[in-house]
Structures are given as C-alpha cells and as structure tokens.
C-alpha cells in the first residue's frame, strides 16, 4: 500500500488596504491565490459576470451583486428647449438646451458593504 500524502495549499497573504487604486492584474491575483485557482479563470468569471450585468441591465434594468450592491438602468425621458429664468441673475431669461432621451445607471451599496467600511 502507499501512503498518499495530502497536499495543502500554499498558505494565501493577508488582504491589506492599498494605497492606491489596485490594478487589474492585481485584483486578479489575489483572488487567485486566495480561491486556489488561476488568473485565466478569475478572468473568465468577471467576464462571465459582466456579460450577465450587460443582459440583465438590458432586460429587467436590475442587476445585483449578492451582499455588495445593486445596479439599476434609470431611464429619462427626452426633453425640450426652453427659455427660463436665470437663477443666478434675477430679472433675466436663460435658455436651456434640449436633451436627448437617456439611460443612466445607478449603482447603490447593500448592506455589507455597508458594514465593510
């Protein structure tokens, strides 16, 4: 009979605050050593999820990102050319541009998050 000897996984370092923003690359490679998988297929998986964001968000106008946050498509309307008055100098007319028909994007933190920071 032979002895199988189980193998540990390389012990991953600890997740510290950044002083800067982090790079792709590195938000790669800590996910990778902390899950034990490699960088191509934490790749795969953003990839993945942002496809699913992309499809949902077109769909439904709602996407959530369990325990982080919630992103949702506000649509506004067009709007016309209009004259009114200026706030900044009483007494006189402004005219204001039309503005076509958009979707904006809201992205408001879960809980925790939240409780993250």
Known sequence: MAKSKAKSAPKAP???GSAKRRSKG?????IAEHVGVTRKQVSQVFDVMGT???ADLT???EFAV??????KT???????AATKPN???PGEMMTVKAKPARTLIKIRP?????EMV
């Not at 590195?26 to 800590?30: A, G, H, Q, V």
């Open 74 to 80: 506000i649509k506004k309307p067009a709007t016309k």
């Open 14 to 16: 600890k997740i510290t």
């Open 26 to 30: 590195e938000i790669f490679s800590t």
């Open 66 to 71: 369990p325990g982080m946050m919630r992103i």
């Open 52 to 54: 699913m964001i992309g």
């Open 59 to 61: 769909r439904c106008g």
């Open 110 to 114: 879960l809980k925790g998050l939240k």
């Open 87 to 89: 706030p900044f100098k």
